[in-house]
């Protein structure tokens, strides 16, 4: 069961899936169907099949709190179950894969609503990257009989900003396409910003991808509203702690495939944009400060501290 597990992780690690929701369930829906054809008879040897599958899975993608926070919370159900027989524990993976899935979904549901009503028509939206939380929300935003135009940056060196142009055209949504490079000369169109997020800090800090907090210094520049949309579960505990999160830094290749060996080439996959340039963050529990991201986790999600 290891191969299905690592096939998943591989995927995630080469950028198959993409997206921290979409690698958050591939995640788990790995460990369902490990748990529905695990081959183990005993209790320990089946904890230690999960254990192992939870490393290669946290180790597929550094900055990936949501996954991280999904796989941890099944682990946890199961450890905390009193059952000793296998195919009993691999109901509870199953139970909890589902009940896990169903709060990400209600998590997204919710936050379309919310933040669709702060999309106006005649509005342009400028975003960064790919997030299915936002894309999710601006079709909300055109279901609710908004117009607006979306602008997406390219997103180099993966292109995922082609993804959103591609999903913006398929609704009907007027989109116009740039370079990285040309965010500050297309800012004074913009009406807000709104991007995705890879993880949520204690600090109030947001990672995301490379780019980000050049976009929202840009938006400060010229007053612009930037949104961070987020799921609550995309908070990483363990910067309560004094860690710092991990920023993914990946291969040469993608930037230049043939450039001169001798060239030092550096491929960061996200930056960190501070509090004090998010205008707010757009969650399941409405629009809050990025200071008081703890706070509300907390309260909502008081097992992810613990």
């Known amino acids: 069961m290891a191969e299905l597990v690592h096939g998943t992780a591989e995927k995630i690690r080469r950028l198959e899936v993409q997206g921290a929701r979409n690698v958050a369930i591939a995640a788990v829906k790995a460990l369902e169907i490990l748990a529905k054809e695990t081959k183990a008879k005993k209790r320990a040897e089946f904890m230690k099949e999960l254990s192992v599958a939870k490393?290669?899975?946290?180790?597929?993608?550094?900055?990936?709190?949501l996954m991280r926070n999904a796989v941890r919370w099944i682990l946890n159900q199961v450890e905390d179950s009193d059952e000793r027989n296998v195919s009993e524990l691999a109901r509870v993976v199953s139970l909890s894969s589902q009940k896990i899935q169903k709060i990400f979904e209600n998590a997204k549901e919710r936050i379309a609503e919310i933040g669709a009503k702060r999309i106006?028509?005649?509005?342009?939206?400028?975003t960064h990257c790919h997030s299915s939380t936002v894309t999710y929300m601006l079709n909300k935003a055109l279901k609710d009989g908004k117009k607006f135009r979306v602008i997406c940056t390219e997103t180099r060196p993966a292109f995922q900003g082609r993804l959103t142009a591609k999903e913006m055209l398929s609704l009907g949504i007027k989109t116009?396409?740039?370079?990285?490079?040309?965010?500050?000369?297309?800012m004074h169109e913009v009406d807000l910003v709104m991007v995705g997020a890879d993880a949520l800090t204690s600090e109030g800090s947001v990672i995301n991808k490379i780019g980000t907090g050049t976009i929202a210094l840009l938006a400060?520049?010229?007053r612009k509203p930037f949104y961070v949309v987020s799921e609550l579960l995309k908070f990483d505990p363990t910067t309560l702690y004094g860690e710092y999160e991990k920023i993914e830094e990946r291969g040469r290749d993608e930037v230049w495939k043939d450039a001169?060996?001798?060239?030092?080439?550096?491929?960061?996959?996200f930056d960190v944009t501070p509090p004090h340039l998010i205008h707010g963050i757009i969650c399941e529990e409405g629009i809050i400060s990025p200071n008081a991201v703890t706070e509300v986790v907390y309260r909502v999600y008081p097992w992810v501290l613990h």
């Open 55 to 65: 490393e290669l899975l946290f180790a597929s993608r550094e900055t990936e709190p």
């Open 120 to 126: 106006y028509s005649g509005a342009t939206i400028l």
């Open 176 to 186: 116009t396409f740039i370079v990285d490079s040309a965010a500050r000369s297309f």
């Open 220 to 222: 400060q520049e010229t």
């Open 260 to 269: 001169p060996t001798e060239l030092d080439i550096r491929n960061p996959a």
